[in-house]
């Protein structure tokens, strides 16, 4: 049985209030979400020994979201990732994106849905949050109405259920972008951690980190997780696709179709697990390289330094409007986004 709580949270630069909706569930363990961003804030699981702490990086007020360029926690929205040359083609429509990622688009342009107060309300043991995204924002065409439902359940498991209906024809692919240290979120480095992709192949990138449309075989590439490997062994290997990026940021591409089991997350000195789920088709390991150390700072004003945090995004593959090999996130008028992403955590 999960109990939400609702709590304020202080106040954005425009005056609008902010609130905290605490999901927490019958064993003690926790998930604190905002509904600027409809960010996750903090999870709370348990370690080895039974002892709750913070999983998830964060900040102590609506300025730290307001002001960050990092996406800490965020949902991304209506573009997860890049989109080549900040345009795309969409029937006989060409659309024209901001640029804010060198020439190319990337999380849903200056002011996506990391940045939009979103509408909560708590529906049984599940946070509802909805957003309204207007015909043109970000250069996005169609009114495209979104709903996030976010649940946490006895056996620790996050779900995020993700869905959208639009009036024209549009793109969406929607993600979140929580960085998550399984030892703790101040607890440093997550180069000791562990992960296994259940992916063979992934999208080949070029120096932006943007794919070309080739997919490879992971095998024989530091980009090879089908069985554990610590992060840190080879984030610096002389090998072209982690050059480019400065560490890991790719879009693997699960085996399987459908719900599976996409990715598992260990840290050694916690004994903390991450089992990430999803039914859709990618996942961007992204492993916090460009984390600086810069304001904001995060909870308790401490610095969030390089690698500090990483992300498991789930999501369509990137620059997939350029491919025809790439399944597509468009839209249909009228038709249904919907696709669920869980995170559930345990100890080995």
């Known amino acids: 049985m999960t109990k939400i709580t609702k709590k304020p949270f202080g106040k954005l630069s425009t005056g609008e209030k902010v609130s905290l909706y605490e999901l927490k569930n019958s064993s003690g363990a926790f998930v604190e979400i905002i509904d600027f961003g409809g960010a996750i804030r903090s999870i709370f699981v348990p370690d ?11 900040y102590d007020s609506p300025e730290g979201y307001e002001t960050q360029d990092k996406f800490i926690g965020a949902l991304i929205g209506r573009h997860g990732n890049r989109i080549e040359d900040a345009k795309f083609r969409l029937g006989r429509k060409v659309y024209t994106l901001a640029k804010n990622d060198g020439r190319n688009s990337l999380h849903g342009g200056i002011k996506g849905f990391d940045k939009k107060l979103w509408s909560g309300e708590v529906d049984g043991e599940t946070l509802v949050l909805k957003y309204l995204s207007p015909d043109g924002e970000e250069g996005f065409p169609g009114n495209l109405e979104v709903t996030v439902r976010y649940s946490f359940s006895d056996d620790n498991a996050l ?30 480095s997550i180069l000791g951690h562990s992960l296994k992709i259940n992916a063979t192949h992934f999208t080949v990138g070029n120096s932006e980190c ?34 480019f990026c400065n560490g890991y940021d790719h879009n693997f591409c699960p085996d399987g179709e459908g719900f599976r089991k996409v ?14 789920y999803t039914d859709l088709p990618g996942i961007q390991f992204y492993s916090g390289n460009a984390l600086n150390g810069k304001p904001p700072f995060g909870k308790g004003n401490r610095v969030i330094s390089r690698r500090e945090g990483l992300c498991l995004e789930t999501q369509f593959w990137p620059n997939s409007l350029k491919f025809d090999n790439f399944e597509k996130p468009i839209l249909k008028k009228g038709e249904k986004y919907r696709h669920v992403t869980v995170y559930k955590f345990g100890v080995k």
């Open 48 to 58: 080895k020994n039974g002892a709750l702490a913070d999983v998830a990086l964060g």
């Open 263 to 276: 990715a598992t997350l260990c840290a050694e000195r916690s004994g903390r697990v991450m089992d990430v």
């Open 159 to 188: 779900m995020i259920d993700y869905s959208a209906v639009c009036d024209q024809d549009t793109v969406c692919n929607l993600t979140n972008h929580c960085y998550f240290n399984l030892d703790g979120e101040s607890a440093g």
């Open 210 to 243: 943007l794919p070309t449309g080739y997919v490879a075989k992971v095998e024989g590439t530091p980009l090879d997780f089908t069985d554990f490997h610590v992060i840190g062994e080879r984030i610096d290997s002389k090998h072209e696709q982690i050059k």
